[in-house]
């Protein structure tokens, strides 16, 4: 499986765009982009996932490159409750690899 | 619609005793998955089940040992337990689907397994 690369943490205001990025350069043709969180205490959320295309969903949308060694997700209007772990993972052999994550700390 | 469902939601064990976990998986998937949690890390894949048969599992010792039940409901079981077994215990859930890697992996809020 693809080992991914994520900021350890970052801060976003209130109300804006926060965007998380991660590098997948080793991400096989076959491999999804997954994309989960976890906040304090609860199991990890599944968020969205993506090949090759952008996604949006009702949680966030998935931008990745058109090589494909990279991504950024995007929520879009930040609330305090987005506090949590994100977890980037390239989906390969129906196992999730977990890296360490970005804690994203929401600022009001 | 029930998700995914853990129990216990925490245990104390001694080191040495044996423990079982269990997960239903949320309605309609048929593939369970088995993580590890320890504090601070992200989570550790142990092992799948797939049609009441391992069919996947991580770097973790015959003294991790699983099961799946025809209603696709599974059990961990942890053997000889060790002070380092003390952990998050996390079941997802998923749907077998012919396009691989195209299923998202549904979770529970685990088992916090503490081990005296």
């Known amino acids: 499986d693809a080992k991914t690369t994520q900021p350890p943490s970052m801060d976003c205001a209130e109300g804006r765009a926060a965007n998380l990025p991660c590098n997948h350069s080793t991400i096989s043709g076959n491999e999804y982009v997954y994309w989960y969180r976890q906040i304090h205490s609860q199991g990890p959320q599944y968020i969205i996932h993506g090949l090759k295309n952008n996604e949006t969903n009702e949680m966030a949308s998935l931008i990745i490159t058109e090589d494909r060694k990279s991504s950024t997700l995007i929520l879009p209007h930040a609330t305090l409750r987005d506090t949590a772990v994100y977890y980037c993972m390239a989906f390969g052999n129906e196992k999730l690899t977990f890296g360490t994550g970005t804690r994203l700390t929401i600022i009001p | 619609d029930a998700g995914v469902t853990q129990s216990p939601t925490h245990l104390i064990k001694t080191r040495g005793q044996q423990v079982t976990l269990r997960c239903s998986p949320k309605s309609g998937h048929d593939t369970v998955s088995w993580y590890q949690q320890a504090l601070g890390q992200g989570p550790q894949f142990i092992f799948q089940?797939?049609?009441?048969?391992?069919?996947q599992r991580g770097n973790f010792p015959d003294r991790f040992s699983g099961h799946q039940f025809p209603n696709y409901s599974s059990e961990l079981n942890v053997n000889a337990l060790l002070l380092g077994d003390s952990a998050l215990y996390l079941c997802?859930?998923?749907?077998?689907?012919?396009?691989?890697?195209?299923?998202?992996?549904?979770f529970g809020d685990g088992t916090r397994l503490s081990i005296l």
């Open positions: 997802a859930s998923s749907l077998q689907g012919t396009q691989w890697g195209g299923q998202p992996q549904h």
């Open positions: 089940y797939y049609e009441e048969e391992e069919r």
